[in-house]
């Protein structure tokens, strides 16, 4: 059962555009998430994060955006740069330890 | 700060062999994750050590193992090695693993079995 869902594997943008990347979860016992970055034959590496009890949460040009309600997410990178070309998972967490539930991820390509 | 590092970061072994892989976290974090990353199954939770006891655990197998030292430094051991164990292997650390303490990677350490 996939708890955490990023239903768009691939995404291309225009350089200077907005990318938004989505992201649903279905356990209601989630009250933390994260955005990751990853580059091949890297690890991930942390970008933004949300708690439950916001709705927003914004660091420089990037955004995180959670609907409770929906159960959704999503990230928005403005403007969108060719540097930002790499996977992005969205990642979900429960109280009580590190235990982090991975999306499958999205491809996103900046076209320049 | 210097960030969580992997050894080895390769590693090619034969089936039915056992591996250990080792993690050293970020200073002053105590909490260490570990994550396997396959094409097929994305990242997975491992377990999750925490003042050297273990905290979490996900759906692995037996065969899969680790402790964490006092110095927080972790190992994770896999015996009985499959070919379907070929994976990236991540770990991860964070000051307490709680809500609010985000987790950083290491780079990972690719395993072969052949």
């Known amino acids: 059962d996939q708890q955490v869902k990023q239903n768009s594997p691939s995404l291309s943008v225009q350089e200077g555009r907005i990318s938004i990347l989505n992201c649903d979860y279905t356990n209601s016992m989630f009250d933390y998430f994260l955005w990751y970055k990853k580059y091949p034959a890297e690890g991930p590496t942390f970008l933004i994060s949300i708690s439950s009890i916001k709705d927003k949460n914004e660091d420089g040009r990037f955004t995180v955006f959670l609907n409770k309600s929906a159960k959704h997410l999503s990230l928005h990178i403005v403007p969108s740069q060719p540097g930002d070309s790499a996977v992005y998972f969205c990642a979900a967490k429960s109280r009580g330890g590190g235990k982090l539930i991975f999306g499958q991820g999205t491809e996103l390509s900046v076209k320049p | 700060k210097a960030g969580v590092t992997q050894t080895p970061r390769y590693l090619i072994k034969t089936r039915g062999q056992q591996v250990t892989l080792s993690c050293s976290p970020i200073?002053?974090?105590?909490?260490v994750s570990w994550y396997q990353q396959t094409p097929g199954q994305g990242l997975q939770f491992l377990f999750e050590y925490f003042s050297e006891t273990q905290r979490n655990k996900g759906n692995f197998p037996g065969r899969f193992s680790g402790r964490q030292f006092s110095n927080s430094r972790s190992e994770m051991n896999v015996s009985t090695l499959e070919l379907g164990d070929s994976a990236l292997y991540l770990c991860?650390?964070?000051?307490?693993?709680?809500?609010?303490?985000?987790?950083?990677f290491g780079p990972g350490t690719r395993l072969t079995v052949t």
């Open positions: 200073s002053g974090h105590r909490s």
């Open positions: 991860a650390s964070s000051l307490a693993g709680e809500v609010g303490y985000e987790q950083y």
